[in-house]
T-cell receptor, first 116, second 114 residues
Framework: DQQVKQNSPSLSVQEGRISILNCDYT??????FLWYKKYPAEGPTFLIS?????DKNEDGRFTVFLNKSAKHLSLHIVPSQPGDSAVYFCAANSHPYSGSARQLTFGSGTQLTVLP | EPEVTQTPSHQVTQMGQEVILRCVPI?????FYWYRQILGQKVEFLVS????????KSEIFDDQFSVERPDGSNFTLKIRSTKLEDSAMYFC????????????FGQGTRLTVV
């Protein structure tokens, strides 16, 4: 049951250009979305998030867009740098019941390679 | 900058043995989690812990698994009788209070069951 899908396992982009990573979800209960970056043999590192009440959130070179009607979000990195090369995970957060801890449901990840 | 720390970084164990994976979450965080990632697969939720009890657990988290917060700082995951398919990276995470807060992850423990 893939509630969060990242259909592109890999993406290559030239340095300085825009990287666009996509993510789709199926569960309407998801109300908070996050992007994590992961290097090999390290834990996921939080990048940027967006609440379902917004359609855009920007932090420096990173912008996340949310289209609730399409159940789609994307991460834009502009300009891309070689140090951005990593696996990017989309994750969604739901609040099953009041007072509960929130669990993250992860996508399968997209390997971004930024070519110098 | 505060961080989640996990020990050991790599654990090799024989099938059927018990293992304990240790985590020190960020000190003012209230919610604690274990996730795992089998090689080549997704990061999967195992269990969440709040107010000294399990908040939620996935179907992966069966009777062989348990979690504990034995003191004010450590958060442990115990696997009673390891199986080959338990081999994975295990990530501990913690979050602060509030509805929309990001989870901070540790560096992970690579568990290899032989």
């Amino acid at each position: 049951d893939q509630q969060v899908k990242q259909n592109s396992p890999s993406l290559s982009v030239q340095e300085g250009r825009i990287s666009i990573l996509n993510c789709d979800y199926t569960n309407s209960m998801f109300d908070y979305f996050l992007w994590y970056k992961k290097y090999p043999a390290e834990g996921p590192t939080f990048l940027i998030s967006i609440s379902s009440i917004k359609d855009k959130n920007e932090d420096g070179r990173f912008t996340v867009f949310l289209n609730k009607s399409a159940k789609h979000l994307s991460l834009h990195i502009v300009p891309s740098q070689p140090g951005d090369s990593a696996v990017y995970f989309c994750a969604a957060n739901s609040h099953p019941y009041s007072g509960s801890a929130r669990q993250l449901t992860f996508g399968s990840g997209t390997q971004l390679t930024v070519l110098p | 900058e505060p961080e989640v720390t996990q020990t050991p970084s790599h654990q090799v164990t024989q099938m059927g043995q018990e293992v304990i994976l240790r985590c020190v979450p960020i000190s003012n965080h209230l919610y604690f989690y274990w996730y795992r990632q089998i090689l080549g697969q997704k990061v999967e939720f195992l269990v969440s812990f709040y107010n000294n009890e399990i908040s939620e657990k996935s179907e992966i988290f069966d009777d062989q698994f348990s979690v504990e917060r034995p003191d004010g700082s450590n958060f442990t995951l115990k696997i009673r009788s390891t199986k080959l398919e338990d081999s994975a990276m295990y990530f501990c995470a913690s979050t602060a209070d509030g509805p929309n807060t990001e989870a901070f992850f540790g560096q992970g423990t690579r568990l290899t069951v032989v």
